[in-house]
């Protein structure tokens, strides 16, 4: 069962996202929470303390906690969010092609990047994501059969995320991300509309379901004019 500071935490997040709860607006007070959630003050300042982390809200001593502006981040590499999402977010043309759907074993890399053994099934899926007519991005994801047991091209094409939250009820958590430039592959070259480009920013993603199972391995590889790295930071 989700922790209680993380479903007022997703529930409060939601509505910012979905401009319910507008920038620059106050947030209820701790007391009002409690009271609201019936709940412990711990528990609501676990949830603000989150919110605040992930760049949601801002704290103002003696005065409480105000909604920052999330349009300002529009690509945040430290949250999760599925293509599907963050086109419609930003209003763009947007279409998805399946290139590759199998289930295979692993090989020495994917072992190595999933804590797998030789004997577990991957699914292997290849998309290349287009936006206002462009190919852009090429994502090469990789799933650990135990926790996802089927995958169709239509899913893959629509999004995977939405049937693995919906259907299959995964609660997907957190992701390590790393980000590198590197030489551009012929592989790279084919699938997308590369132009003149000798470089491609490769993201790669470790993701987490929420006790703590690394399910999924990615790597996103994206033509480097159209790349924007956009972070919330803090000073602790």
């Known amino acids: 069962m989700e922790s209680k500071y993380l479903t007022i935490y997703n529930e409060i997040s939601n509505k910012i996202e979905n401009n319910k709860i507008q920038s620059g607006e106050k947030l209820s007070s701790e007391n009002e929470m409690m009271k609201e959630y019936n709940v412990s003050r711990d528990t609501i300042r676990k949830a603000l303390n989150l919110l605040e982390s992930n760049g949601y809200i801002q704290k103002v001593k003696g005065k409480g906690s105000f909604v920052i502006d999330i349009n300002k981040f529009d690509f945040p590499v430290s949250g999760l969010t599925s293509f599907k999402e963050l086109s419609t977010k930003m209003g763009v043309e ?3 092609l399946v290139k590759e759907l199998k289930l295979m074993k692993p090989d020495n890399f994917l072992m ?3 804590n ?3 004997n577990d099934d991957v699914w292997k899926v290849i998309r290349v994501r287009e936006i206002n007519n462009k190919k852009i991005i090429l994502d090469k994801d990789f799933f650990n059969k135990k926790y996802v047991p089927l995958l169709t091209k239509d899913i ?5 995320y939405e049937y693995l939250e919906n259907e299959l009820g995964l609660k997907i958590s957190f992701a390590k991300k790393e980000i590198t430039v590197q030489q551009a592959t012929e592989e790279d070259k084919s699938y997308l509309d590369f132009e003149n480009y000798n470089m491609i920013v490769v993201v790669k993603n470790y993701i987490y379901l929420d006790d703590m ?3 999924q391995y990615t790597e996103s590889r994206h033509r480097p004019d159209r790349f924007k790295f956009v972070e919330f930071a803090r000073r602790k």
């Open 94 to 96: 947007s279409n998805t």
């Open 213 to 215: 199972s690394l399910f």
């Open 156 to 160: 893959c094409k629509n999004s995977i």
């Open 116 to 118: 797998l053994s030789k």
């Open 112 to 114: 190595k990047q999933l």
